[in-house]
């Protein structure tokens, strides 16, 4: 079983940052790639950011390219997500997410993961 713990949300404005954290525990972090997927109110739950398993590879959704920048720490069983130039838009929870079996390449759909940390909430104000 994986246990998934976000941290870091909050109420900002606008052209705000905000660093979210997601600790793991109970595997072997380093044998799996890592996602931060966002849902906000009435939406379906979309892809963010992804790294692979030794933060080699990157990618993003196009909305916030440029702005967020995705990172792990596989000594600290630690995933971030660096949100910079905050827009209201951002506003949404945002999920940590890890696959069912080792994938060492960055996957983007839900479809992909099997544990989802509890979500924490990010709010931005205009």
């Known amino acids: 079983q994986v246990q998934l713990v976000e941290s870091g949300g909050g109420l900002v404005q606008a052209g705000a940052s905000l660093r979210l954290s997601c600790v793991a525990s109970?595997?072997?972090?380093?044998?799996?790639?890592m996602g931060w997927f966002r849902q906000a109110p009435g939406k379906e739950r979309d892809f963010v950011a992804g790294?692979?398993?030794?933060?080699?590879?990157?990618y993003y959704a196009d909305s916030v390219k440029g702005r967020f920048t995705i990172s792990r720490d596989n000594a600290k069983n630690t995933v971030y997500l660096q949100m910079n130039s905050l827009k209201p838009e951002d506003t949404a929870v945002y999920y940590c997410?890890?696959?069912?079996?080792?994938?060492?390449?960055?996957?983007?759909?839900?479809?992909?993961?099997?544990?989802w940390g509890q979500g924490t909430q990010v709010t931005v104000s205009s």
């Open positions: 109970g595997r072997t972090f380093s044998n799996y790639a």
């Open positions: 997410a890890a696959p069912l079996v080792p994938l060492g390449g960055v996957r983007t759909t839900t479809e992909s993961y099997g544990y």
């Open positions: 790294i692979s398993r030794f933060g080699g590879s990157a």
